[in-house]
């Protein structure tokens, strides 16, 4: 996968190692600010609240 | 001689070889190197990444909305602004008695809580409702529906991540008996005084009531509550910070005292 990837990249050497950064770059942006954020709603249970199940509101306390 | 070229006919035969075909077995674990990579990139954000992110962002959100409230008051027509106080008078800490805002609407930021043990720089948006979804993870600091509202006699009820999303109550075990905690708005400051911590079971909600954990007393004493999970990173119990109010300082007579640093 990772072969096939540098076999495609076009240039010499380095200009494919600045293409690969820049991709790993947005890659990490992209998990850190909207993929993380959303798993984290499932993943991680975190009750703050002091309440029954259901608020005074009538909205769940999650 | 001939170890030489049978050296360099190999080399040859090396570069005429087409380029290895992806296997799929290949593909399969590198898929999963990437996946394990992945997960531990998350366990780190959850844990460091994340809240300095978040941290900041809450920060920087506060002190945004504080700087907007601060010049709608210099903006404001200085007719309308309380009279000048005489400079020569001793220092006396101005005190009026607390203006009363209507109860905020679900994810509906209200004010900013500013706490000095947790730092100068601590400056966290408070929103109505205490859901995960609308207002603990997106602002910060919810107002538990249906409690009171700041300087009003009885608990002004509010919750917070103690960690993740920016972990806005995480130094709660941190708090002075007679830490300031300041609820600032867009009329001025309401200080309450941390005076204790207890744990509670999860569904403990009399914490709530107007004087906390007291059923059927009438609350003469405006208080706060401070909701938050306990142990870190875990659900089992909730940590809960008291605190009674001392005074509201309105924007006329600037930032009151209490926000100054502690040791």
């Given at each position: 996968m990772?072969?096939?990837?540098w076999?495609?990249?076009?240039?010499?050497?380095?200009v494919r190692?600045?293409?690969?950064?820049?991709?790993?770059?947005?890659?990490?942006?992209?998990?850190l600010?909207?993929v993380?954020?959303w798993?984290?709603?499932?993943?991680?249970?975190?009750d703050?609240?002091?309440?029954?199940p259901?608020?005074p509101?009538g909205?769940?306390?999650? | 001689?001939?170890?030489?070229?049978?050296?360099?006919?190999r080399?040859a035969?090396?570069?005429?070889n087409?380029?290895r075909?992806?296997?799929?077995?290949?593909?399969?674990?590198?898929?999963?190197?990437?996946?394990?990579?992945?997960v531990?990139?998350?366990?780190v954000?959850?844990?460091?990444v994340?809240d300095?992110?978040?941290?900041?962002?809450?920060?920087?959100e506060?002190?945004?909305?504080?700087?907007?409230?601060?010049?709608q008051?210099?903006?404001?027509?200085p007719?309308v602004?309380a009279?000048e106080p005489?400079?020569s008078?001793?220092?006396?800490?101005v005190?009026?008695?607390?203006?009363?805002?209507?109860?905020a609407?679900d994810?509906?930021?209200?004010?900013?809580m500013?706490?000095?043990?947790?730092?100068?720089?601590?400056i966290?948006p408070?929103?109505?409702?205490v859901?995960?979804?609308?207002t603990l993870?997106?602002?910060?600091?919810?107002h538990?529906?249906g409690?009171k509202?700041?300087?009003?006699?009885?608990?002004?009820?509010v919750a917070?991540?103690r960690?993740?999303?920016g972990?806005p109550?995480?130094r709660i075990?941190?708090?002075?008996v007679?830490?300031?905690i300041?609820?600032?708005t867009?009329?001025?400051?309401y200080?309450?005084?941390?005076?204790?911590?207890?744990?509670?079971?999860?569904?403990?909600v009399?914490?709530?009531?107007?004087?906390?954990q007291?059923m059927?007393?009438?609350a003469?004493?405006?208080?706060?509550?401070m909701?938050s999970?306990?142990?870190m990173?875990?659900?089992?119990?909730?940590?809960?910070?008291?605190?009674?109010?001392?005074?509201?300082?309105?924007r006329?007579?600037g930032?009151?005292?209490?926000?100054?640093a502690v040791a």
């Amino acid at each position: 996968m990772y072969a096939a990837l540098w076999r495609v990249l076009p240039g010499p050497w380095w200009v494919r190692v600045l293409i690969l950064l820049v991709l790993v770059a947005a890659v990490l942006y992209g998990l850190l600010f909207y993929v993380f954020p959303w798993v984290s709603q499932f993943v991680n249970p975190q009750d703050v609240t002091v309440g029954l199940p259901v608020a005074p509101t009538g909205a769940p306390v999650s | 001689m001939d170890e030489a070229v049978s050296g360099l006919g190999r080399a040859a035969r090396r570069e005429q070889n087409p380029p290895r075909r992806t296997s799929v077995v290949g593909v399969i674990g590198e898929v999963l190197i990437t996946a394990g990579v992945i997960v531990l990139l998350y366990v780190v954000w959850q844990l460091w990444v994340g809240d300095l992110i978040y941290g900041a962002e809450r920060n920087a959100e506060g002190t945004q909305l504080s700087q907007e409230w601060a010049e709608q008051y210099e903006g404001e027509d200085p007719v309308v602004a309380a009279p000048e106080p005489d400079p020569s008078a001793p220092a006396t800490p101005v005190t009026v008695p607390p203006p009363v805002l209507p109860e905020a609407g679900d994810g509906e930021t209200f004010a900013v809580m500013r706490i000095p043990r947790f730092g100068s720089d601590y400056i966290v948006p408070m929103a109505g409702g205490v859901t995960r979804s609308r207002t603990l993870d997106p602002i910060g600091i919810g107002h538990y529906p249906g409690t009171k509202m700041p300087g009003e006699a009885g608990n002004f009820a509010v919750a917070a991540h103690r960690t993740t999303w920016g972990k806005p109550f995480n130094r709660i075990a941190d708090l002075h008996v007679g830490d300031a905690i300041v609820v600032e708005t867009q009329d001025g400051w309401y200080t309450y005084r941390f005076r204790t911590l207890q744990y509670v079971r999860p569904n403990e909600v009399d914490v709530l009531l107007p004087v906390p954990q007291a059923m059927d007393v009438p609350a003469g004493t405006a208080y706060i509550t401070m909701t938050s999970c306990s142990p870190m990173y875990a659900m089992t119990e909730r940590i809960v910070a008291y605190g009674v109010f001392e005074s509201f300082t309105p924007r006329t007579a600037g930032e009151p005292a209490s926000l100054q640093a502690v040791a």
